[in-house]
């Protein structure tokens, strides 16, 4: 990988918000994953990204497509987003 692409793409991770896991964001992980039927780790991701008022998450791992909590999910490597 070019030098100044690895280095753009690590400044381009200070732009991202980071979410320190708490015991709500986790009860509300727990929550979506019985009520969704998803993993417990796919939940806490969701309740960590409802916690800062995302509207999409990019995942390969749930639905495409799918909305839960009023997030859009979007898998990159789905033919329809390529």
Same mark, same amino acid.
């Given at each position: &990988? ?6 753009? $793409? &690590? ?13 709500? /964001? /986790?009860?509300? *992980? /727990? ?11 796919? *939940?806490? $991701? $969701?309740?960590?990204? =409802? ?6 998450? $990019?995942? =390969? ?11 859009? /999910? &979007? ?8």
């Amino acid at each position: &990988m070019d030098k100044l692409l690895a280095k753009t $793409i &690590m400044h381009n991770f200070t732009n991202m918000e980071t979410v320190q896991v708490n015991i709500d /964001i /986790i009860e509300q *992980g /727990i929550d979506i994953s019985i009520l969704s039927k998803i993993s417990f780790w796919d *939940g806490l $991701i $969701i309740a960590s990204a =409802e916690y800062v008022k995302c509207s999409v998450i $990019i995942s =390969e791992d749930l639905n495409d497509g799918q909305t839960i909590r009023g997030m859009k /999910i &979007m898998n990159p490597f789905s033919r329809e987003n390529l």
